[in-house]
């Protein structure tokens, strides 16, 4: 063989990695939409990275993941969802975020969403039915909305001397009506009156928790909202100095202070939010992929707290309780 033969088949085989590498596919986008922050959701997002992975996608590797915080302002959420859509994502994913999910249903009716929330997807007009979505969204619900009578029924056994329930409900949420509903109707089943608190901002939760008032017992249900989980250290303080005990419906506010939690296990929602991420990567439809519900829930107590407000745990609670936060 030539020399000059040589080389040019050397240099020549020299370019074929790259020509390789500029003939595959570009890697797949998700947009991640949420009306929180980062830093408000290292475990979830763990655990929804986890769930990817296990449909065989691992970030920075096959899948590039562009995050879309609001912070705890809503009505920036249709701005977000507006961009994504505009840079033309593979999947918009609003898990742990109604909000969010309204807000990207809104902004596309061609690119897939999948959802993980706590509320009930077709009375939210986000799917037509469970098993049949029926359009480009689908996902995963806790239905914590439909569990509020468990969560009064738990807190009348941790504080059997409460004489008023209050519920607390963001007026600014989508969820407002359907968890004040839920809220009043979970009451009824067990013969309690509940009133309903409202606040959307940091100055009305202290102001709604500052004005109850303090000539009775009182004991705190809350409703299902992102704003809350954002605000749960400070809700969880501010109730443990008004000597307040307070239910939520998920154990990050128990091991935020909160005296008791009860709810879907919501690491698992989002593990599962992951997995069906990865399913409408692959091509499946959301038409095609049931809304499907939670199956593990949790019962959290704050044995930290409970001490603080003086009570003394039932045993049949601390058996039942999946974990006692010391």
């Known amino acids: 063989m030539r020399r000059r033969e040589f ?9 074929w990695p790259l020509a390789a590498r500029a003939q595959q596919p570009p890697m797949p986008v998700i947009g991640f939409l949420h009306s929180g922050s980062p830093e408000q959701n290292v475990e979830r997002l763990a655990a929804y990275r986890k769930g990817l992975n296990e449909a065989g996608f691992i970030e920075n590797r096959n899948v ?14 249709p701005a977000l969802a507006a961009d994504l859509v505009r840079q033309q994502v593979a999947v918009i994913a609003t898990p742990g975020s109604t909000p969010a999910a309204l807000a990207a249903k809104a902004a596309t009716s061609n690119i ?3 959802f993980a929330i706590g509320a009930d997807p077709v009375e939210l007009g986000l799917v037509a ?4 979505p029926g359009g480009n969204v689908t996902g995963i619900t806790s239905m914590n909305a439909d569990i509020a009578a468990k969560r009064f029924e738990l807190i009348r056994e941790l504080v059997p001397q409460a004489a008023r329930y209050f519920g607390m409900v963001n007026p600014a949420s989508p969820l407002a009506q359907p968890m004040s509903k839920a809220l009043e109707a979970g009451a009824a089943t067990l013969g309690i009156h509940v009133d309903i608190i409202r606040a959307s901002t940091d100055p009305e939760i202290d102001a709604a928790i500052d004005g109850l008032p303090q000539s009775s017992i009182n004991v705190m249900v809350s409703g299902t909202d992102s704003l809350f989980y954002i605000r749960r250290a400070h809700i969880a303080a501010l109730a443990l100095h008004h000597r307040l005990p307070t239910i939520f419906d998920d154990r990050a506010y128990a091991a935020a202070g909160a005296l ?3 709810g879907a296990d919501f690491l698992n929602l989002m593990e599962l939010a992951g997995d ?6 692959k091509g499946q439809k959301p038409a095609d ?6 199956a ?12 603080t407000l003086g009570m003394a745990i039932p045993p049949t609670l601390l058996a039942l309780a999946d974990e006692v936060v010391e």
Do not use: C
């Open 289 to 294: 992929l049931p809304a499907i519900q939670a």
């Open 64 to 77: 590039a993941i562009e995050f879309r915080w609001a912070a705890g302002h809503n009505d920036r959420l």
């Open 276 to 281: 069906y991420t990865g399913r409408v990567l």
């Open 112 to 114: 897939p969403i999948v």
């Open 296 to 307: 593990k829930f949790e019962f959290v107590i704050n044995g930290s707290t409970a001490k």
């Open 129 to 132: 039915s469970l098993n049949r």
């Open 7 to 15: 080389i040019t088949l050397i240099g020549g085989a020299a370019t």
């Open 260 to 262: 008791a939690s009860y």
